[in-house]
């Protein structure tokens, strides 16, 4: 009741009591049911940014998933399979694809690129230690985990590094600790490490020298480095959120949990393991202080086969039972594994190694299951793989790497193929026919067929063209593919015989 009803009620108590009868029932029309808190269900809620949710968690939060990685087996093996999936093992590969003012693929440019790209992927990255495709699954592994991860293009001359080929230019790679969260300042724009225009797009990045969580972390000094430069891939769920979060952060607890309730039954296991016996009395009357050791203990032996004969009256040998482990194990992890996948966007069967199931049910949850990794895949792709080939053909073509035909369109030099990693086969058979089919009625290439493969078409090509060859050389002839007979024709055949 507010004051005008209390005002109104102190002369007309009945006319009050309506207004405010007709009130609540306006409100119990118009509002959510979810909106109400009662004794059982509160409702939580959060209107803060996406910027001041994270700001005092996220190191927490990085801290946490940095610890399941390196002590929960399940929580590794999600991250496995995700980056598997994601980048591959070879990391996404490029196809270079060049065209002619005739707008047909120019072969031999194509094969120059390819090759020199192929050289600088042995060893891309500034320390030396990593090809392009392991400093893709690093890359992609850190940003799952922690969140988001940091790349740095080296172009040109740097001081102190020397490019490793003939093109100027070098990749590096850095952990989300470089950037500092708890470095703000509204004056400048600068949010959790990140300086931004008034649009809020991204002009700079103040970075530490060193790692923060290094030996040496009290020489390290923050730098200013242009956003034309740094790469930052992040894990967002909301708009304008600064900072990436952890693929855990939603299933975190729910995996601490499952840690430590493997961990107990596992235990309960072992102790139930080891046999316990005791003995069990008649009575205090039947007990007699004799048969026993230096120590003043009464000892049995125990041994395989071994018998009881001088057991006292009133005495008998008892074990203690257990049910472990537990029957209601397996069921119960199966349940706490699938939500764990969903939260992660990681496959139920990949992340718990459970492959039971119909050939119907394992390709529906694959179906379903690979548009997230494509999604991710096509994330990292053009977030990181993509402005990592941009700069690199730049970089290629003032040191003249490779040389441009005069019948090459400049404008396609960045028309490139990127090779991601495909949907695996459950039933090969099914899946190569359905491939022969769509190719016999030209509803696809034989290129896509190919890359949906995971292969680049020219290096088949080249691949069955030098076999062929050997073959011919060694006077093997392959088998040709017999025509099918039609069905009138067996039958009458079958008839005349």
Not at 16 to 44: C, F, G, H, I, W
Not at 200 to 211: R, T
Not at 280 to 292: H, I, L, N, S, T
Not at 409 to 428: Q, Y
Request: hydrophobic share 35%; with cysteine; proline share 6%.
């Amino acid at each position: 009741m507010n004051k005008l009803d209390s005002v109104i009620g102190f002369f007309a108590p009945e006319a009050a009591l309506r207004r405010v009868q007709a009130r609540r029932a306006l409100e119990v029309v118009a509002a959510y049911e979810a909106t109400r808190p009662s004794r059982t269900r509160k409702n939580p809620g959060d209107n803060r940014s996406g910027d001041l949710v994270v700001e005092g968690d996220l190191e927490a939060l990085r801290g946490q998933a940095r610890h399941l990685e390196q002590n929960h087996d399940f929580a590794c093996g999600i991250l496995t399979t995700l980056v598997n999936n994601i980048v591959g093992p070879r990391g996404i590969d490029v196809e270079f694809q060049p065209k002619t003012w005739d707008g047909d693929i120019h072969d031999g440019l194509a094969s120059q690129m390819n090759d020199a790209h192929k050289e600088w992927a042995r060893r891309p990255e500034c320390t030396r230690q990593f090809s392009w495709g392991k400093s893709q699954r690093l890359l992609c592994n850190t940003w799952l985990r922690d969140g988001e991860t940091l790349l740095r293009h080296l172009q040109g001359t740097v001081p102190g590094l020397k490019h490793r080929t003939n093109v100027p230019y070098t990749i590096e790679c850095l952990e989300p600790d470089f950037l500092p969260v708890s470095y703000s300042d509204p004056s400048k724009r600068i949010v959790q490490g990140i300086q931004k225009s008034a649009w809020g797009e991204p002009a700079g990045f103040w970075l530490y020298d060193e790692h923060p969580g290094a030996s040496l972390n009290w020489r390290m000094k923050r730098r200013f480095h242009s956003a034309k430069n740094i790469e930052h891939l992040k894990f967002v769920r909301r708009l304008h959120q600064t900072r990436g979060v952890s693929i855990f952060a939603a299933v975190m607890n729910r995996l601490n949990d499952i840690k430590d309730y493997e961990e107990n039954e596992r235990v309960a296991a072992k102790i139930a393991s080891a046999m316990v016996g005791f003995i069990q009395k008649g009575g205090p009357e039947d007990y007699k202080p004799d048969d026993r050791d230096d120590e003043g203990n009464r000892t049995l032996a125990i041994r395989a086969g071994a018998i009881y004969d001088d057991l006292r009256p009133g005495e008998s040998v008892g074990t203690i039972q257990s049910n472990r482990p537990s029957g209601l194990l397996t069921p119960f992890l199966e349940t706490m594994h699938r939500m764990a996948a969903a939260g992660t966007m990681a496959s139920f069967s990949s992340i718990s190694k459970n492959y039971n199931g119909t050939y119907s049910a394992q390709r529906q949850e694959l179906v379903e299951q690979w548009v997230n990794y494509e999604t991710l895949s096509l994330e990292f792709c053009e977030e990181v793989v993509e402005p990592v080939t941009r700069r690199w053909v730049q970089m290629g073509l003032l040191a003249d790497a490779f040389q441009v035909p005069a019948d090459v369109d400049p404008s396609t030099l960045m028309h490139v193929d990127f090779i991601t990693p495909v949907m695996p086969w459950i039933n090969p058979a099914h899946e190569a026919s359905a491939d022969e089919t769509l190719l016999e009625n030209v509803l696809v290439s034989p290129q896509q067929t190919i890359r949906r493969r995971g292969k680049k078409p020219d290096d088949v090509i080249k691949q069955t063209a030098a076999w062929q060859q050997k073959l011919k050389a060694s006077g093997i002839t392959t088998p040709t593919k017999r025509a099918a007979v039609p069905a009138e024709n067996t039958e009458s055949d079958s008839d005349s015989k």
